[in-house]
C-alpha cells in the first residue's frame, strides 16, 4: 500500500495555501488537491464545511480489500488534516464516461447543501451525482458573464443547474432564457433560481433538446445579447433526437449560436473534452479568442480542465 503520509503532507501544505487565497478572495468553494501526487490520483474541493473527494480511476495491483483499506485511509487522513468530522468527506471514484453525459447518477440519494460564490447561493449535492451541481473550475467564466451581463438578455444552452443564468440575472441582465433537456437539472435551476430572488417570468426555465430548440428560435426570429455554450463532451437520451459529439457538432453549434447573437453580441464557448480541436475554418466567420488562461481558476493545478474561447462577429 502507497505511503499515506505524502498525501497527508502535501494535502496539509495545499489546505494552508489556498485556505488564505481563499480567504482573500472571498471564495468558500474551491480545489484543494489536484492529484498533485501520481500515486494519489485524487480531487480534493471544499464546498464550506464540506469536502467532495474523488478518486480518479487507476491501474491497481491491489485487491479488493486492500484497495478498500487504502481508499478508507484517504478518506481518514482527509478529515484530520482538515480538521472535518469524517461524515463531513463526500467520497466517490470517477470512471471514464462511456456514451452517457456527465450528469450520472451515483445511485446515493445524498444531501443538499446551500454554498455561496461571489455573493450568489447555490444548492450542491455530494453524493447523488457524479457532478456537484456546482463546477467550481468555471468560477472565472461565471464571473466573466456577470460582467456583460447588465442591460442584456442571456442565453444559458445545456445549462445544467443554471449557474451562469444566476450570474448573469443578478448582475442586472434584463431577461433570459436557460435551456436543457433534464427535469431534474431544471428543477435544480428552478430551485437556485428561488434561492436567488429570480423572476421566473423574466428568466424563463426551458426543458428542451437543444438541437431542436435552437431550430425553433432561428425560426422565430429570437435574438441574444450573450450567450453561453457549454455542452457535455458526448450526450445520448431518449429525448435527444439523436446523439451529442461535441468535436464533430460543436462547428453547427457555433455557427446556430452566431445567427441567434446580436451584431455586437458575445458567446462564450467552453468544452472539457481533452483531445478537442477547434474546426480551423469558424475563424473564417467569427473572431475567436481563447481565453482558457484566464477562465481556469489558479486553485486548479490541471490547468486542461476545460478550454473556453470568447467569439464575436466580424
Not at 505524502?6 to 485556505?19: D, E, I, M, Q, V
Not at 468530522?85 to 470512471?95: A, C, L, M, N
Request: aromatic share 12%; glycine share 4%; net charge neutral.
Amino acid at each position: 500500500m502507497t505511503d499515506i503520509e505524502s498525501y497527508r503532507n502535501r494535502l496539509r501544505k495545499n489546505a494552508k495555501h489556498w485556505g488564505k487565497w481563499a480567504r482573500r478572495q472571498g471564495i468558500s468553494c474551491y480545489r484543494l488537491y489536484d492529484r498533485d501526487i501520481p500515486e494519489f490520483a485524487l480531487a480534493v474541493d471544499r464546498y464550506e464545511d464540506q469536502i467532495h473527494l474523488q478518486e480518479y480511476e487507476r491501474r491497481s495491483q491491489s485487491s479488493d480489500a486492500e484497495q478498500q483499506a487504502w481508499w478508507e485511509a484517504v478518506i481518514d487522513a482527509t478529515a484530520e488534516v482538515l480538521e472535518l468530522p469524517r461524515d463531513s468527506i463526500h467520497g466517490k471514484t470517477r470512471r471514464r464516461q462511456q456514451g452517457e453525459s456527465q450528469y450520472e447518477a451515483t445511485g446515493e440519494s445524498g444531501r443538499e447543501y446551500i454554498v455561496e460564490e461571489q455573493g450568489r447561493r447555490f444548492r450542491v449535492n455530494l453524493d447523488a451525482y457524479v457532478d456537484t451541481g456546482l463546477f467550481l473550475d468555471h468560477r472565472n467564466t461565471r464571473h466573466m458573464v456577470a460582467e456583460r451581463a447588465q442591460g442584456k438578455r442571456f442565453l444559458n444552452l445545456f445549462a445544467y443547474t443554471g449557474s451562469f443564468t444566476v450570474y448573469a440575472a443578478t448582475a442586472g441582465a434584463r431577461d433570459s432564457v436557460t435551456v436543457d433537456m433534464s427535469n431534474t437539472y431544471q428543477d435544480w435551476s428552478r430551485r437556485n433560481f428561488k434561492l436567488n430572488g429570480l423572476d421566473l417570468q423574466r428568466h424563463q426555465l426551458v426543458r428542451a433538446d437543444v438541437f431542436m430548440w435552437i431550430r425553433e428560435a432561428l425560426e422565430q426570429g429570437e435574438e441574444f445579447d450573450l450567450i453561453v455554450l457549454d455542452p457535455p463532451t458526448f450526450s445520448q437520451s431518449k429525448k435527444m433526437h439523436g446523439v451529442l459529439d461535441i468535436q464533430r457538432d460543436h462547428p453547427w453549434l457555433i455557427h446556430q449560436c452566431m445567427k441567434l447573437l446580436t451584431p455586437q453580441g458575445v458567446l462564450f464557448f467552453s468544452t472539457n473534452f481533452r483531445k478537442f480541436k477547434l474546426e480551423p475554418s469558424l475563424h473564417d466567420w467569427y473572431v475567436l479568442e481563447e481565453i482558457s488562461s484566464q477562465t481556469v481558476p489558479e486553485d486548479f493545478r490541471d490547468k486542461k480542465i476545460h478550454r473556453c474561447w470568447h467569439v464575436v462577429h466580424k
